[in-house]
């Protein structure tokens, strides 16, 4: 599912699970989770969030993208053993301010390295 649905919604709610999971609460009580299904071989984390996250909270979303590239990012050392990597951007707006969520998938090429978004109603781990 693609983020850009969430422009001009209203969330009511976020939650940071660590590197693994970000709960979006809207207004009305929707819940989506943005996460990454692990499995052998492979590893996708949220490796960095560049701004504040409640920022999000409370003002209508005026921009939500997805940016994902395979290229490395400068200065990024690749070890000889990750045959391949994919970074996933999720660039969020609110007249707050602006919010970058950065993901990180390394593999060795035959496992998924994306990020899900979804629907969900089973938020209890939270």
């Known amino acids: 599912m693609n983020v850009n649905f969430l422009v001009g919604k209203t969330l009511g709610d976020i939650k940071v699970s660590g590197n693994e999971e970000i709960l979006f609460v809207l207004d009305n009580g929707d819940e989506y989770v943005m996460y990454h299904e692990q499995d052998c071989c492979e590893r996708v984390t ?3 969030i560049c701004g504040d996250v409640y920022n999000l909270v409370g003002s209508e979303i005026l921009m939500a993208e997805e940016c994902v590239s395979s290229e490395p990012m400068p200065n990024q050392i690749v ?4 045959n391949s990597f994919t970074w996933t951007f999720y660039k969020f707006a609110t007249n707050k301010g602006y919010v970058t969520i950065r993901w990180y ?3 060795n090429g035959y496992y998924s390295e994306s ?3 979804s629907a969900t109603k089973d938020a209890y781990r939270y």
């Open 105 to 107: 998938g390394e593999s």
């Open 115 to 117: 990020v899900s978004f």
């Open 79 to 82: 070890d000889e053993f990750d």
């Open 46 to 48: 949220i490796e960095d």
